[in-house]
């Protein structure tokens, strides 16, 4: 299932990868032709989006899935955010504690952990 955005969170998030880009390249772009968004990346970016907005796209990687586990990793501090894509419930890795390695934590202490020592 391919998630629905709006016009506007599609603008959001093509500005947010150009404004990327323009900040990590020493070659600009002379136009966005380059950048699209797709149904594969929708996919990828859907629940970081529900969870913290467009706007903080930027902060974070997309590192891959492990079910239906979404992995993002903060640009900055490089702390994971786990989301369960189907769900939106946030996951703690618990470097095999728990069978799947991974148990669910409050929506605050995960954003409390990713944000750590980074200004929000």
């Avoid at 299932?1 to 772009?29: G, K, Y």
């Avoid at 490089?78 to 470097?95: C, F, M, V």
Wanted: aromatic share 10%; proline share 6%.
């Amino acid at each position: 299932m391919t998630p629905e955005f709006t016009p506007a969170e599609r603008n959001a998030v093509r500005m947010a990868d150009l404004t990327f880009a323009a900040l990590a390249s020493p070659v600009r772009p002379r136009d966005d032709s380059e950048f699209s968004w797709n149904a594969d990346e929708e996919a990828k970016w859907a629940p970081l989006i529900r969870l913290l907005g467009c706007a903080a796209m930027h902060n974070f990687m997309y590192m891959g899935e492990c079910g239906d586990l979404v992995l993002y990793k903060h640009v900055l501090n490089r702390r994971y955010l786990n989301i369960d894509r189907k769900t939106g419930q946030t996951y703690r890795h618990t470097s095999g504690v728990i069978p799947s390695g991974y148990e669910p934590i409050a929506h605050d202490e995960a954003l409390e952990y990713v944000h750590e020592g980074v200004a929000r």
